[in-house]
């Protein structure tokens, strides 16, 4: 416990825990509004109830991340029609994607077992309730829901549990979770961090299914005071985390990061130099590449880095390759027009490269990706789990006539290992990585300027755009980040002790770069 | 016999599965005031389909069916089940329910106060001799065949029925407990003044409690009267109905002489 991430992970914890327990109780409220009334509308119609239990399966096979990840495209489309044709629009990112993508990964267990509770009710019991006078909606009340509630109650349970553990998915669409611990831990080799939020997300279910679990038991034996203290203790726990979210309600800057250490580093450096101008500040760490722009777009996020090779290339679909400044320019003016601001350059470079060990290099006579070609339908290579999909590498592969004999995606920080121990051979790492020193590799020329520059800029929402304070903030970190000094930080972030979490590297990296 | 019969059907006709089967065939039957009719017939005979007509649990398809006077096709059926007692097979008890809300359940439908309904619970627990403070707020799982079967009458009898429907309502019992039920109900029967139709399949319960037997087989109405006149019957049917309580009297007379003396 005198590891200094430990206490680091706690004071997350009322942010990210509250939110968890916030986006997981409305998910299920949702399910459990939307599944109840359907459940008791199917389950005398055998073709519905059919339909409806398949969907539900159907949903149930898609991967939690997937359907997450679905969904924010989907509101993404939704928003902008209600803003043509009914004037407003809503917030894609982040609480309600996950409350939508969530509630509906909770309706199979609740509408499977409520059918299945009422389906399972004596028909001499129905019978007898027809024989005393009751109506068919007297007999649901009275007879046959408090007869399938232990069953309803178990699918429930189910949902639940499967909902806490699916919300920790929701950290990469913008909603604070437990996930962050798990997300942000996996990118920057936090392995205390991993750990925290597995288990935090394991003690809330636990929690949550044992505090259910009375309330079905009170309902099974007839106990009203098991029944109660289930209750009241879901609505404590319900409370614990909405009174803190309710007090700290006020405006906030929120800083965007994507899924890799450097960006953990940048945006805590940002959120750091906000909160010394009085700006309060959080951080929305762990999104995807895609997700953030539109999210930056959409006012949900107001300031992060993006690179400008990968704005040219998979924002505005730009196949061509520019010198820098060119790109830099046509990117800020394209860039205005959807009211963003290119606020500045940070000083260094984040480009895509081909890596592999320099001895290797050299017993081969390869210097250049050039030199590669004739060489790689033997090899194998590795990749980030974007870059094979992005089109700089299909420019690349064009280029110099690129075909491996086998692509493998893996998590960024375990490529470096992997290529180092020669488990592939070549790498497409990232030329900021201060792991390409450390495994003592050599990223190839690219002479045919195949991969476009992939400056490090700093992106401020529209509603930023004339935020002087914010402005103010931001700026002494504007061309001072050299690649050296960006290439320590990422190599420190990447370490697994006290000094390598995301903040502590940017109070380094800050002093580095002249700060006080 | 009075003028007007309580429960009356006329030509009453029942199929299922869309005429496939004939469950009830062209039956007239009248029931009068105060009278105990049990209606005798193996599985299949549409005993059960004739009883549950009258409450509209099922609903005829050719013929006339007045409770009271009144054609029960212009009666709402919730209305209608609610001012009719049922007592069910093996009870039919509601297994959430304690003993004093199962019997109490109809008057609540019916909307009467609760201090009314606490009443009249305890009055009926009196009645069909279940101890108050013992059974009152017990589950139906929690009792024996014989008392669920005394909760099911006393909750056929809560709303003040003037008729009570029973569907082989001591068929699952013990044959001690079915006697002494089957008596209690019959002193009941009497006392209240109500008007029994009681469905079984055991012709001796049928002659030791009923005023009238009605047997039906195959969907008819094949005999109808009182014990005596159905020993005159000729039909072959009813003469092998009646003849294992014939033979098991014989039997018992022999074996049990003082018994017949006493």
Redesign the interface.
């Known amino acids: 416990m005198s590891d200094p991430r430990w206490s680091e992970a706690l004071a997350h914890l009322p942010d990210y825990l509250g939110n968890h327990v916030r986006v997981s109780v409305a998910a299920l409220a949702l399910g459990l509004l939307i599944s109840l009334p359907l459940a008791l509308i199917a389950r005398n119609r055998p073709v519905l109830r059919g339909t409806l239990l398949g969907l539900a399966s159907i949903v149930q096979t898609v991967p939690g991340l997937a359907l997450l990840a679905l969904f924010y495209p989907l509101l993404l489309a939704l928003t902008a029609l209600t803003a043509t044709w009914l004037g407003f629009s809503f917030s894609a990112f982040g609480f309600l994607p996950a409350v939508l993508a969530l509630a509906l990964y909770s309706m199979l267990p609740v509408l499977r077992n409520t059918i299945t509770g009422l389906s399972g009710v ?1 028909p ?2 129905l ?9 068919p909606r ?1 007999s649901l009340t ?2 046959e829901l ?2 399938a509630l232990p069953v309803m109650m178990a699918g429930i349970r189910t949902a639940a549990v499967w909902v806490i553990g699916t919300a920790t998915l929701s950290t990469p669409i913008g909603q604070t979770s437990l996930g962050n611990y798990i997300f942000a831990g996996l990118q920057t080799q936090n392995w205390v961090f991993v750990l925290f939020g597995c288990f935090a997300a394991a003690v809330l279910a636990l929690v949550v299914d044992q505090l259910l679990a009375l309330i079905e038991n009170g309902l099974r034996n ?1 106990s009203r005071v098991r029944t109660a203290l289930g209750g009241l203790g879901i609505a404590a726990l319900i409370a614990a985390t909405l009174v803190p979210a309710i007090a700290r309600q006020q405006a906030r800057y929120v800083v965007g990061a994507k899924t890799f250490t450097e960006q953990y580093v940048l945006s805590a450096l940002m959120a750091q130099r906000l909160q010394a101008a009085g700006l309060p500040t959080t951080t929305r760490a762990g999104l995807g590449s895609n997700v953030i722009f539109d999210a930056l777009a959409a006012g949900d996020i107001d300031v992060y880095v993006d690179y400008s090779g990968t704005l040219w290339a998979n924002q505005f679909h730009h196949t061509d390759i520019r010198p820098r400044a060119e790109l830099l320019g046509e990117l800020k003016t394209t860039l205005a027009k959807q009211d963003i601001t290119l606020f500045g350059e940070l000083g260094f470079e984040n480009a895509y490269a081909l890596v592999m060990p320099k001895k290797r290099a050299e017993e081969l006579g390869i210097h250049s990706i050039a030199d590669l070609a004739s060489h790689a339908a033997t090899m194998s290579i590795a990749g980030d789990y974007e870059i094979f999909s992005r089109p700089e590498w299909a420019g690349i592969q064009k280029a110099y006539g690129l075909t491996f004999r086998a692509q493998r995606q893996m998590q960024p920080d375990f490529m470096y290992a992997a290529v180092a121990s020669g488990e592939v051979d070549v790498i497409a790492g990232y030329t900021s990585d201060g792991l390409i020193a450390k495994y003592d590799l050599v990223a190839l020329a690219d002479d045919r300027h195949a991969i476009p520059p992939y400056d490090a800029i700093v992106l401020l929402s529209p509603k930023r755009r004339d935020d002087e304070v914010l402005k103010a903030a931001l700026r002494p970190l504007l061309d001072k980040i050299g690649i050296a000094e960006m290439r320590e930080a990422n190599l420190r972030a990447s370490g697994n002790d006290a000094s390598s979490s995301p903040d502590a590297v940017a109070r380094w990296l800050w002093e580095k770069v002249g700060g006080k | 016999m009075p003028a007007t019969p309580l429960i009356a059907y006329a030509h009453v006709g029942k199929s299922f599965d869309n005429g496939r089967v004939v469950a009830v065939d062209d039956v007239s039957l009248d029931v009068a005031e105060g009278e105990f009719l049990a209606v005798v017939g193996g599985s299949g005979s549409g005993k059960t389909t004739l009883l549950r007509l009258a409450n509209r649990l099922i609903e005829a398809d050719r013929g006339r069916i007045a409770v009271e006077g009144e054609d029960v096709s212009r009666i709402d059926p919730i209305l209608l089940r609610r001012r009719i007692g049922y007592v069910f097979q093996s009870g039919g008890l509601f297994p959430h329910l304690t003993v004093a809300d199962n019997v109490g359940i109809t008057p609540k439908l019916l909307g009467w106060p609760q201090a009314e309904i606490s009443a009249r619970v305890d009055e009926l627990l009196d009645l069909v001799r279940l101890d108050r403070a013992q059974h009152r707020d017990r589950l139906p799982h929690e009792l024996s065949g014989g008392q669920r079967q005394r909760v099911g009458v006393a909750r056929a009898l809560a709303a003040k029925p003037r008729i009570v429907l029973m569907d082989e309502p001591f068929g699952a019992l013990d044959p001690l407990t079915r006697d002494a039920l089957g008596d209690d109900y019959r002193t009941l029967h009497r006392e209240l003044g109500l008007t029994t139709v009681m469905i079984t399949h055991d012709m001796t319960e049928a002659l030791l409690l009923a005023d009238r037997i009605a047997v039906m087989r195959g969907g008819k109405l094949l005999a109808l009267g009182t014990p005596a006149e159905l020993a005159a019957n000729t039909d072959a049917y009813v003469g092998e109905l009646l003849r294992t309580p014939r033979r098991q009297a014989e039997r018992l007379g022999a074996l049990l002489p003082r018994d017949g003396t006493a």
Not at chain 1, 127 to 135: D, F, I, K, L
Request: glycine share 12%; proline share 6%.
């Open positions: 004596d001499a019991v019978e007898a309730a027809q024989g005393v006078g009751m109506t007297q009275m007879v408090p007869l007839r």
